[in-house]
Nanobody
Framework: QVQVVQSGGGLVQPGGSLRLSCTAS????????MAWYRQAPGKQRELVAS???????NYADSVKGRFTISRDDAKNTVWLQMNSLQPEAAAVYYC???????????????WGQGTQDTVSS
């Protein structure tokens, strides 16, 4: 069993910053991809940023230069630092991890519970 728990986020004024964190616990042998997705009201869930086990990163065009994804494999944790936030960034943010529970096992997708981030004056 693997649990993925998010923290951080909340309400921020335009131009402000938020930091999200997400930690996996339980039966974990390795985590390949860690990623952040978001879903705004009436829209599909979209990838915001991802980071592989070799720390290769990928960002949505809309957040490049303002958001930074990072990870600590010793802590099974991924962070998303969000700067210069604008109202269009308001959404529910979800953490996603590809977890292998044994050396011979397959990678399985796990999702965090989601956190609501609001950008408003």
């Amino acid at each position: 069993q693997v649990q993925v728990v998010q923290s951080g986020g909340g309400l921020v004024q335009p131009g402000g910053s938020l930091r999200l964190s997400c930690t996996a616990s339980g039966d974990i042998f390795a985590i390949y991809m860690m990623a952040w997705y978001r879903q705004a009201p009436g829209k599909q869930r979209e990838l915001v940023a991802s980071i592989t086990s070799s720390h290769s990163t990928n960002y949505a065009d809309s957040v490049k230069g303002r958001f930074t994804i990072s990870r600590d494999d010793a802590k099974n944790t991924v962070w998303l630092q969000m700067n210069s936030l604008q109202p269009e960034a308001a959404a529910v943010y979800y953490c996603n991890m590809d977890v292998k529970d044994t050396e011979d096992g397959n990678f399985v997708d796990y999702w965090g519970q989601g956190t609501q981030d609001t950008v408003s004056s």
